[in-house]
């Protein structure tokens, strides 16, 4: 295809010795997974695009918005044990952390609350606002913003999970962040997963 292109279904056939009902679900998978274009009374080319070109640009057109799990959030006022029950209760290993109005103030992880627990700190008494990242300290992502974006922050700040934002300004102009919900590893792993089915 690449040496004769464009070139129609029956001189493919000829050429390879085949027929052309043999050749039929071939030049479909082909042409459906856009790596040959196909252009009536003219035949088939290659489009220079190949699997891999394909795969990448399956991954930079995904949003977060489209992989994301839906938001598990505490009170800053809670205790690390509630904490704990939460993130077992929930089965997540990160838990967004909310104000009185239920804007994100933090962010708590299985190892900030560990090791509360093994200093001997009461675990039932203290709120789990003294224990996590707080902001302006947290690293975020916007429903609209690419996996691929969310994928460098996880690495770069090396970090399980990235609370999925929407930006909400209050009447006297200050910004607060809306949790809308949160992307972790297991989401990107997952969609991996997916791709490397449909494509294998
Ligand atoms: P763990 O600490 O359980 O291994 P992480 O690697 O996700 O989990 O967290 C490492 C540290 O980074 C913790 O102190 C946690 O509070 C903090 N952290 C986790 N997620 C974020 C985030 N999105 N923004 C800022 N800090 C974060």
Do not use: C, W
Not at 105 to 124: E, M, N, Q, T
């Amino acid at each position: 295809m690449k040496e004769k292109g464009p070139i129609t279904g029956e001189q493919i056939a000829d050429l390879l010795e085949l027929t052309r009902a043999t050749l039929r679900p071939d030049l479909a998978i082909l042409t459906m997974s856009g790596i040959l274009e196909a252009r009536p009374r003219v035949g088939y080319y290659y489009n220079g695009r190949s699997g891999n070109t394909l795969v990448a640009r399956a991954i930079s057109k995904l949003r977060v918005k489209d992989i994301k799990s839906l938001p598990v959030v505490a009170r800053e006022t809670v205790s690390v044990y509630d904490a704990v029950v939460t993130m077992f209760t929930e089965d997540v290993g990160t838990l967004s952390v909310v104000d009185g109005d239920g804007y994100l103030s933090g962010v708590v992880s299985r190892k900030d609350l560990l090791k509360i627990a093994i200093s001997g700190g009461d675990v039932h008494k203290m709120p789990v606002g003294m224990v996590m990242t707080r902001m302006p300290n947290i690293i975020t992502v916007t429903p609209d913003d690419t996996v691929y974006l969310a994928a460098k922050r996880l690495i770069t700040h090396q970090i399980d999970a990235l609370p999925v934002v929407r930006t909400f300004v209050q009447p006297n102009g200050q910004e607060r962040l809306e949790v809308v919900g949160r992307l972790t590893k297991t989401n990107i792993t997952r969609f991996f997963v997916e791709l490397a089915n449909d494509e294998l």
